[in-house]
């Protein structure tokens, strides 16, 4: 059976669901602890109040009146007074002497029925005498809770000469009543903001995920031999993080995909040289061999027309003979050897090798020493030379300038300059691939043979031209 999976956008928006869940129902339960809590306190003060209010009005009613705790005086003065108190103020009052005993109750029934005791503990007695103002109690019976406030009542002398007691029984059923009404408001207000508060976690996932979405979709349209777009984001933050990765990744695989497109193209010339020089080679020499054999066997007097002839075909031969040549140094270049040499007298030596075009070479280092393959530099210079030499228009007298210094990184910075056409732009992305040429002779295979050389040394090569005034070739290889 397959298991049932949540989405990515379900299970953010789920997440977000939850979360406003919680936090609901923690505030909630803190706002309610805090309305029961404040709400308790009205009570215990609106009994106080109601305690102060019966108080006044008693010592109002006994500020003429001479009487002290007499058990029968009292019960006599409060027998009808007692009932029109708690008649305007809507409270049960009892009268207990100052040894606890009840005397006189507005509602008899509450002392019969065991609600309100007959008679106050020491304990009682104790804390009421300690408490300078009233004291708030919580009582229990096996039906009921509720608060009851004592104090004492005192004469026109200021002497206690009772001690009146106020049960207050009503305050579960109005503090259920007020939490009712408050749990009802705030169900309905975390009601709508819940409503608000879900609508908006769902744009708000799907405003992530159709991001995340957006993204997928890229990397599914990746294809190496294609151009791919990168992706805007205008955001600073997690998701544009993971847009500049994709757009840095496009760098890359863009790059390894140029890298790899050259290699193959490479490899592909490599192969192609392989079976041209191959192709060629095998009938270059019977037909050498033939031609100056068909020269010393035919008849004398033919000689001059013969020579001519074969001196055209031997021509012709050694043309193809070194084109084949040039496949074949392409298509597999020697091992490089691993040895020191000095770079100075190498360029000079190559540069020697063409006096009627007076190069120019210029070092103000004398010991430059390199590691490598001194042969295969001299076959770099020479290219590079000969390509200096060629670039020069007919009408314009060459002038071939070589340099050559060590830089603080220890490598060897060497430059050929010229004073030719100049290369122009279309062309110089092409100037390193093996089928280009600019020139009406050669394979096109120099420059390419020149960087592998350089990169089998370790080094690289790059250009700077000028159109109508020149071209400089730079070799940076690594120094001991």
Known sequence: MKRFKLTLRARIFMSMLLIILVSFFITGAIYFQHFKNENELYHQERLK???????????????????????????????????EL??????????????????????????????????LGRTMLNAIERKPEQLLVKRKTDTMEYLSTYDYVHNSNNEPIAIINLPYFDTKSIHEKDQEKFLMRLSQTYFFLFIIAGVIAYFLSNYITSSLKAVGQKLKSIRINETNVPLKWKFDDEIG???????????????????LAKTERESAWREMAKQVAHEIKNPL??????????????????????????????????????????????????????EEFGAREIIQRTAALYPEYNIQFHTEDKDILLK?????????????????????????????????KKREDHTVLISVSDNGSGIPDEQKDKIFEPRFTTKTKGMGLGLAMVKNIINGFGGEIWFETELGKGTTFYISLPGT
């Open 49 to 83: 109040r109601k305690e102060y209010a019966i108080n006044e009005s008693i010592n109002y009613f006994l500020r003429d009146e001479s009487i002290g705790a007499e058990t029968d005086s009292i019960v006599m003065l409060f027998d009808t007074k007692i009932c």
């Open 86 to 119: 708690a008649n305007i103020n809507s409270l049960d009052i009892n009268i207990y002497s100052l040894s606890g005993d009840m005397l006189i109750s507005s509602n008899p029934e509450l002392h019969e029925n065991h609600i309100v005791p007959d008679k």
């Open 241 to 259: 993080a993971l847009v500049d990765e994709y757009n840095r990744m496009l760098e890359e695989l863009e790059a390894s995909a140029a890298i």
């Open 285 to 338: 020499t019977p037909m050498r061999l033939n031609v100056q054999h068909l020269e010393k066997t035919l008849k004398t007097e033919q000689s001059e027309k013969l020579r001519e002839f074969t001196e055209s075909m031997i021509s012709q031969i050694d043309t193809l003979s070194g084109i084949a040549e040039a496949f074949s140094r392409f298509a597999s270049m020697p091992e490089l050897k691993s």
């Open 372 to 404: 490598g393959d001194k042969d295969q530099l001299v076959r770099v210079m020479n290219n590079l030379i000969n390509n200096a030499i060629q670039a020069v228009p007919e009408e314009r007298e060459p002038e071939i300038r070589i340099g050559m």
